[in-house]
């Protein structure tokens, strides 16, 4: 049986409370069953908000050994650019 591939599902989480989130999934090819699931919140919710403090909040991580790597820019339309890591 194949499950819903979006929709919203909420979340309660002990830091920033009470979430709703909207989800995409997809099926993995060359998989036996397995799907992908990728939960969002909408630019300017508060739900963005409690997501961008939870990140804050979280422990830096250690530096990478090895070569830095600049940052490429990811764009979605509609959302806003946003640097992520290439490594």
């Not at 939870?54 to 790597?69: I, N, Q, T």
């Amino acid at each position: 049986m194949r499950g819903h591939t979006t929709g919203r599902k909420s979340f309660h989480h002990p830091l920033v409370g009470d979430l709703t989130l909207g989800y995409q999934s997809m099926d993995l090819s060359g998989t036996s069953g397995q799907r992908l699931v990728a939960y969002f919140a909408e630019p300017g919710s508060p739900e963005d908000d409690a997501l961008a403090l939870l990140d804050m909040a979280s422990p830096v991580a250690e530096p990478a050994r090895g070569p830095v790597r600049p940052a490429r820019v990811m764009t979605t339309p509609g959302r806003p650019e946003r640097a992520v890591s290439s490594g």
